[in-house]
Nanobody
Framework: QVKLVESGGGSVQAGDSLRLSCAAS????????TGWFRQVPGNEREFVAG????????YYGSFTQGRFAISGDNAKTMVGLQMDNLRPDDTAVYYC????????????????WGQGTQVTVAS
């Protein structure tokens, strides 16, 4: 059983930055892929970014437009999401997820989810 714990959400102004972190209980991420998704009420979960542990390749949702960066430490204990130049439409609950398909942007390829952290961006 994999338990994921997110931290780092909050309320900011447009143009500000936030860094989210995701830690895996038990110490390390053991599944091939780890990703970040976000969701607003009434919408499906949207892929933000993911990392494939086998080669360290990072993947991004098209809306990120170079503003977001995902990173994982070599020990596979923490995954971060740096978010710069935030916009009001980035407001959502952000979830960390781990799955058996490295690099997937499809939420159903992810088996384990954190509880989510709220990000609110004011204009």
């Amino acid at each position: 059983q994999v338990k994921l714990v997110e931290s780092g959400g909050g309320s900011v102004q447009a143009g500000d930055s936030l860094r989210l972190s995701c830690a895996a209980s038990g110490g390390t991420f053991t599944m091939p892929g780890t990703g970040w998704f976000r969701q607003v009420p009434g919408n499906e979960r949207e892929f933000v970014a993911g990392i494939r542990w086998s080669d360290g390749t990072a993947y991004y949702g098209s809306f990120t437009q170079g503003r977001f960066a995902i990173s994982g430490d070599n020990a596979k204990t923490m995954v971060g999401l740096q978010m710069d130049n935030l916009r009001p439409d980035d407001t959502a609950v952000y979830y960390c997820a781990a799955g058996s398909v490295g690099g997937s942007s499809w939420h159903k390829d992810y088996d384990y989810w954190g509880q989510g952290t709220q990000v609110t961006v004011a204009s």
